[in-house]
């Protein structure tokens, strides 16, 4: 079992930045992608940005976020990042982090997490 905690989140204008974080404890490495997901007031959870956890990063991003946000990871710390930069208010929503245990490739990993944080509320005003 993984368990994940993520901080970082809180209020920013527009063009705004914030850096999320996710610490991760438990089996760690059975982890073979961790992603970020949102979920925003009404609307359904959708996925964000995700990298690979072993050997070389490969990185996946939604279209809308894409040069805007970049997902790293350190894996010695345990620790995902996701740093937003140009935040926007259509960005407002409650960012979790998750991890996937299964191979996925490309938009195969926009889906299929395990495990889940409790999320972190991220409110960019206008």
């Known amino acids: 079992q993984v368990q994940l905690v993520e901080s970082g989140g809180g209020w920013v204008q527009a063009g705004g930045s914030l850096r999320l974080s996710c610490a991760a404890s438990?089996?760690?490495?059975?982890?073979?992608?961790m992603g970020w997901f949102r979920q925003a007031p009404g609307n359904d959870r959708e996925f964000v940005a995700a990298?690979?956890?072993?050997?070389?990063?490969?990185?996946y991003y939604k279209d809308s976020v894409e040069g805007r946000f970049t997902i790293s990871r350190d894996v010695a710390k345990n620790t995902l990042y996701l740093q937003m930069n140009s935040l926007k208010p259509e960005d407002t929503a409650v960012y979790y982090c998750a991890g996937r245990t299964n191979y996925c490739s490309g938009s195969g990993c926009f889906a299929g997490y395990d495990y889940w944080g409790q999320g972190t509320q991220v409110t960019v005003s206008s």
């Open positions: 438990g089996r760690t490495l059975s982890s073979y992608v």
């Open positions: 990298i690979t956890w072993r050997n070389i990063a490969r990185t």
